[in-house]
């Protein structure tokens, strides 16, 4: 099974930015896709973030994050980031990133195999 290790997490004011990394173990980094995903306390997990494997031709976001967060991903690190710019107290979670099953672009939380411990986001007003 593939392991997930998460990093980047933080305090940062309103308007700050951040980045998360997330390197996977193993040798199917690049076939597979990869996504982020966050849950705020008392909430669900949802899908923040997802990238397509190999070149990663296929990227969707949440609403919410759209013109803010940016998602890419180096296969030669077997790493996927997440950068956040513009953060809102809203955007305070963990955030979790996830190994596709496939290498599709279907960013349901049942298409995902594996996922990081988390990460702690934190956004002051």
């Known amino acids: 099974q593939v392991q997930l290790v998460e990093s980047g997490g933080g305090l940062v004011q309103a308007g700050g930015s951040l980045r998360l990394s997330c390197t996977a173990s193993g040798r199917t980094f690049s076939s597979r896709a990869m996504g982020w995903f966050r849950q705020a306390p008392g909430k669900e997990r949802e899908f923040v973030a997802g990238i397509s494997s190999w070149s990663g031709g296929n990227i969707a976001y949440v609403d919410s994050v759209k013109g803010r967060f940016t998602i890419s991903r180096d296969n030669a690190k077997n790493t996927v980031y997440l950068q956040m710019n513009s953060l809102k107290p809203e955007d305070t979670a963990v955030y979790y990133c996830?190994?596709?099953?496939?290498?599709?672009?279907?960013?349901?939380?049942?298409?995902?195999?594996?996922w990081g411990q988390g990460t702690q986001v934190t956004v002051s007003s």
């Open positions: 996830a190994i596709g099953k496939y290498g599709g672009s279907s960013w349901l939380l049942a298409d995902f195999a594996s």
